[in-house]
């Protein structure tokens, strides 16, 4: 119990080194850190509809210095389990999901929604 508050209190103390690390990075090139990031989500074959959704979380989570840009790989899969948790895993269904589960098309739930909210058949 002990180590692990003296862990959180060496991470709390990097919040600020990993915030300008993190800026400094994204002043030079913006797009090749939320690649890296998506890339690493996808690698762990995540559904199309959450991949997104994690690797934006772990987007504000780098600028919000809750990680270090080393760490991105390493964490993936917390970030992927507190999205989970969050969204209700199996409750909610995301609009990017693909309307048909075994692949057949690209067409989204999102794209049958009609402007009153009902889904078109």
Same mark, same amino acid.
């Given at each position: 119990?002990?180590? &692990?508050?003296?862990?959180?209190? *060496?991470?709390?103390?990097?919040? *600020?080194?990993?915030?300008?690390? +993190?800026? *400094? &990075? ?6 090749? @850190? ?11 074959? %995540? ?6 959704? @994690? &690797?934006?979380?772990?987007? @504000? ?15 993936? &899969?917390? %970030?992927?389990?507190?999205? %989970? ?22 067409? +989204? ?13």
């Amino acid at each position: 119990m002990l180590q &692990a508050e003296q862990r959180r209190a *060496e991470r709390e103390e990097q919040r *600020e080194i990993w915030v300008a690390e +993190t800026k *400094e &990075a994204m002043s030079r090139n913006p797009g090749v @850190i939320f690649s890296q990031i998506r890339r690493a989500v996808s690698a762990n074959k %995540y559904p199309v509809d959450v991949v997104d959704d @994690i &690797a934006s979380d772990m987007m @504000i989570g780098l600028l919000q210095g809750d990680m270090p840009l080393s760490e991105i790989k390493a964490s993936v &899969a917390r %970030y992927a389990q507190e999205h %989970y948790r969050q969204r209700g895993w199996k409750k909610t269904l995301s609009l990017h999901a693909p309307r048909f589960p075994n692949g057949d098309g690209i067409e +989204t739930l999102g794209d049958r929604l009609t402007t009153d909210g009902t889904f078109l058949r």
